[in-house]
């Protein structure tokens, strides 16, 4: 029986890979997002320029053979700090991803799995929080408790978990919605009934038998959150709430190329179009994967 179930799950698992071949879109963005990781992660192992380095000789130069993507307003390489902000701009998005998803899962699960009292409970808080005006908390919550948190964990660390925690925290109601409404399908279904009859704990039959049922659901859910975390890091880092002025992130560099918009564009352009780059690739994947996983597609 196991090894039917699993020949069945390996096949929906091929054909939905099948189906996100088809889509060319989402198979460019695969391989857009795929080079931008290798490029952040293996480049700056063959590009050996400090980002940190300061030299006001070389200001706001254009790019040229020597600086790939030109220099700040410091003289700072802009190719060594795209490089660098990369690695903490996807990690904070895949972290912030992790906890969206975690909470949405629980929150879900436990709502869809055992309704009445404890859904309508948990899916008032869910409103709660979707009706809570989210760019201005964050920023309130951002301004009040940078300082205490750096204090604790320090500067670099402690914003980053400042920022993965709201992000996060804020972005889980939409994943919660989605495993909810799966689980209440689900629950009726047969084989729920017979896992039931044979002794069942709720536990497992949450994780064990219904939570892989909406698992395709939680990977594009999961997909989409992580563009939507890169795009809320950079805004708190270009309205300067984010991470300190010594760490590039790709917000932070386009916060300290507003003045230079004219004089020096480039400044702005690399960091932005890697944003929009890795977003909108990510975007794509994940319009790609609801499409493969739907079985009316």
Do not use: C
């Amino acid at each position: 029986m196991n090894k039917s179930n699993q020949s069945v799950d390996s096949s929906l698992w091929l054909d939905s890979w099948r189906r996100f071949k088809r889509d060319r879109t989402a198979v460019l963005g695969l391989i857009i997002i795929l080079i931008i990781t290798l490029l952040i992660i293996f480049l700056p192992f063959f590009y050996q320029v400090s980002a940190e380095k300061i030299d006001f000789l070389a200001a706001s130069s254009p790019p040229s053979g020597q600086h790939f993507f030109g220099t700040n307003d410091l003289g700072q390489d802009q190719l060594a700090r795209i490089l660098q902000g990369g690695r903490v701009s996807l990690t904070v998005g895949i972290a912030s991803m992790l906890v969206a998803i975690l909470l949405g899962t629980v929150v879900g699960a436990i709502a869809g799995f055992y309704g009445g009292i404890i859904d309508n409970i948990l899916m008032r808080i869910t409103d709660l929080f979707l009706a809570l005006p989210q760019l201005p908390l964050l920023l309130l919550i951002v301004y009040l408790f940078r300082d205490a948190i750096k204090q604790v964990a320090g500067a670099e660390l402690g914003v980053f978990i400042l920022i993965v925690l709201l992000i996060g925290g804020l972005n889980w109601m939409s994943v919660a919605r989605l495993v909810r409404a799966n689980f209440l399908k689900l629950r009726e279904m047969e084989f729920v009934s017979a896992a039931k009859a044979i002794g069942a704990k709720p536990s497992r039959l949450i994780w064990i038998h219904l939570f892989p049922n909406v698992l395709s659901v939680v990977i594009v859910a999961a997909t989409l959150a992580v563009g939507n975390a890169i795009i809320t890091e950079s805004t708190l880092s270009f309205l300067g709430l984010g991470f300190p002025p010594d760490v590039p992130t790709w917000g932070r560099m386009l916060f300290e190329a507003k003045d230079f918009l004219t004089s020096s564009p480039y400044m702005a352009f690399f960091p932005g179009m890697a944003i929009f780059l890795t977003v909108l690739s990510i975007n794509y994947i994940g319009d790609g994967l609801r499409d493969a996983f739907d079985p009316k597609s």
